[in-house]
């Protein structure tokens, strides 16, 4: 089956660390997207990619970095200059960025400081 | 601006009675409108989508939604809630024609009641 796969489920990050969250698709999708979900703000735009080797930022785009050198993959760096980096982060992806496409979810990495 | 209000952060039903939950959304051009569904720790999964074809929407595991225009209003609803419908639910507008932008909702947690 076709998919987004999201990787890891846990995340833990030490003060002054960068980590990456994995995400890898199969649908042969163009457009892909990460997402910040915290409680009760629904969700917000870090970084959109329309194609390979292009991204954009989105409205929380600041202390994190996103790289996109292959169709089905997209990582997100969550750098130390994120200060309050504890969220639930999602993948997505969609055939293109018409706006009426729906999007395909993972299911997000959640992110905790120790 | 567009934007997209959800009415109820917090909806409870009994088992087997209608379910109605409500979404407001303001926009300047067409929208396309979604809703999805959320399970704890789990990625947003697809329920239906308009996209100025039919207004009454049909989704998966038995939902609609009534675009009307006059109201501004998508909301969802369900003739008999079941247990498993227990989740979080976004209400998403999207619009830009080539190029999406895309605003959630802060969502609403239903809860069925045995």
């Known amino acids: ?114 | 601006a567009q934007s997209v209000t959800q009415l109820d952060s917090h909806v409870s039903v009994s088992e087997g009675t209608p379910v109605l939950l409500r979404c407001n959304y303001s926009s300047s051009y067409s929208p396309s409108l979604f809703w999805y569904v959320q399970h704890p720790n789990k990625g947003l999964q697809l329920l239906l989508k308009y996209t100025s074809a039919a207004t009454l929407v049909k989704g998966i595991n038995g939902f609609e939604a009534e675009f009307k225009k006059s109201e501004t209003s998508f909301h969802l609803t369900k003739p008999s809630a079941h247990m498993s419908d227990a989740a979080e639910y976004f209400c998403v507008v999207s619009w830009g024609g080539g190029y999406q932008k895309v605003t959630f909702g802060t969502g609403t947690k239903l809860q069925v009641i045995p």
């Open chain 1, 1 to 114: 089956d076709g998919g987004i796969t999201q990787s890891p489920k846990y995340l833990f990050r030490k003060e002054g660390q960068n980590v990456t969250l994995s995400c890898e698709q199969n649908l042969n999708h163009d457009a892909m997207y990460w997402y910040r979900q915290d409680p009760g703000q629904g969700l917000r735009l870090i970084y959109y990619s329309q194609i390979v080797n292009d991204f954009q930022k989105g409205d929380i785009a600041e202390g994190y970095s996103v790289s996109r050198e292959k169709k089905e993959s997209f990582p997100l760096t969550v750098t130390s200059a994120q200060k309050n980096p504890t969220a639930f982060y999602l993948c997505a992806s969609s055939i293109d960025r018409g706006s009426n496409q729906p999007q395909h979810f993972g299911d997000g990495t959640r992110l905790s400081i120790l």
